[in-house]
């Protein structure tokens, strides 16, 4: 590949359209991890931000952001990705240690930095599903920190439109063995029949005693939001425009399609962990959170 074509593949991946989301949350991480009150610790997640040209303006402390929390970008936007961090964390740690599990699978990684952050298991593995401008990306940042993983780190450099169960397990996933898989802030993006497709293969790569975490949105129509505070000031101070990236058709119920093949589910508002750990963001008029559930599921040995 040559140095242009590179840099533009990084640009498509990693600082424009749907990559541009991970900085996204990458900068809220790091504003969450540098809060007196913080939900979630990330030390990697500046280093992204520094290291893309297209965030040099983005805040990476919460005293960076005149307005607080009343800053429906930086401040409550920020903190519901800090909220979300804090309960798949949580999630991860619970099931690892419920089920025995050794792998984890993340699907659409992101900049997800799991493999380094959270304390697991001997023996475990943790398979990063996503693009190759993404990966590649995010590997050069932490090479340059020196970053060690506390896990076996596996990248899978695969398109989710393409064939990722096949390079899944051509990276060495067991599908007879438990495991863990997170979908964190990616379903929205994928059309209907891939996201179908997308649930139907974890549960057919997944055996009994296996674990999934996912991100989900109710509303018939996201439209109907459009104007809210968090959509606007997202997309006029970072040039994100999330309703032209998310899938606008109608969602399937995957919750419901797991328990119909005896998953156990549980079903959440973001403001049910508000609630739990007294802090984060409380419902408001015309918000841009309202649909958003976090789904948590489980297949139950016999």
């Known amino acids: 590949m040559t140095?242009?074509?590179?840099?533009?593949?990084e640009r498509e991946d990693v600082q424009g359209g749907?990559?541009?989301?991970?900085?996204?949350?990458?900068?809220?991480?790091?504003?969450?991890?540098?809060?007196?009150?913080?939900?979630?610790?990330?030390?990697?997640?500046?280093?992204?931000v520094r290291a893309a040209p297209a965030c040099a303006k983005w805040p990476l402390r919460a005293?960076?952001?005149p307005d607080g929390d009343a800053d429906p970008l930086w401040g409550r936007f920020a903190r519901y990705f800090g909220l979300r961090t804090r309960a798949l964390d949580d999630f991860v740690h619970r099931s690892v240690r419920e089920t025995g599990a050794r792998q984890a699978v993340l699907l659409g990684a992101g900049l997800d930095t799991r493999a380094f952050?959270?304390?697991?298991?001997?023996?475990?593995?943790?398979?990063?599903?996503?693009?190759?401008?993404?990966?590649?990306?995010?590997?050069?940042?932490?090479?340059?920190?020196?970053?060690?993983p506390r896990a076996a780190r596996v990248p899978v450099p695969v398109d989710l439109r393409d064939d990722w169960a096949g390079a899944l397990t051509g990276a060495g996933f067991d599908t007879a063995a438990p495991s863990v898989w997170l979908a964190e802030g990616l379903l929205f993006y994928l059309p209907p029949a891939a996201e179908t497709h997308l649930?139907?293969?974890?549960?057919?790569?997944?055996?009994?005693?296996?674990?999934l975490a996912f991100e989900a949105k109710l509303e018939k129509d996201l439209l109907v939001h459009r104007d809210s505070p968090l959509y606007v000031a997202t997309r006029l101070r970072t040039g994100i425009d999330l309703l032209a990236l998310f899938d606008r058709r109608p969602r399937p119920d995957?919750?419901?399609?797991?328990?119909?093949?005896?998953?156990?589910?549980?079903?959440?508002?973001?403001?049910?962990?508000?609630?739990?750990?007294?802090?984060?963001p409380m419902p408001e008029g015309n918000d841009a959170l309202e649909g958003n559930r976090w789904v948590f599921a489980h297949k139950p040995r016999p």
Do not use: N
């Open 18 to 48: 749907v990559g541009l989301t991970a900085l996204l949350v990458a900068a809220a991480r790091a504003i969450e991890t540098h809060r007196a009150d913080s939900l979630a610790q990330d030390a990697y997640a500046e280093h992204f």
């Open 63 to 65: 005293e960076q952001v």
């Open 254 to 280: 995957s919750a419901g399609a797991l328990s119909a093949r005896g998953w156990s589910t549980a079903v959440h508002t973001p403001f049910d962990f508000t609630r739990l750990h007294g802090r984060g």
């Open 199 to 211: 649930i139907d293969t974890v549960d057919r790569m997944t055996p009994a005693g296996g674990a």
């Open 3 to 9: 140095g242009t074509a590179q840099q533009d593949t």
């Open 117 to 148: 952050r959270l304390d697991w298991p001997d023996g475990c593995a943790v398979f990063e599903i996503d693009r190759p401008g993404v990966l590649d990306f995010k590997h050069r940042v932490l090479a340059g920190l020196a970053a060690t």
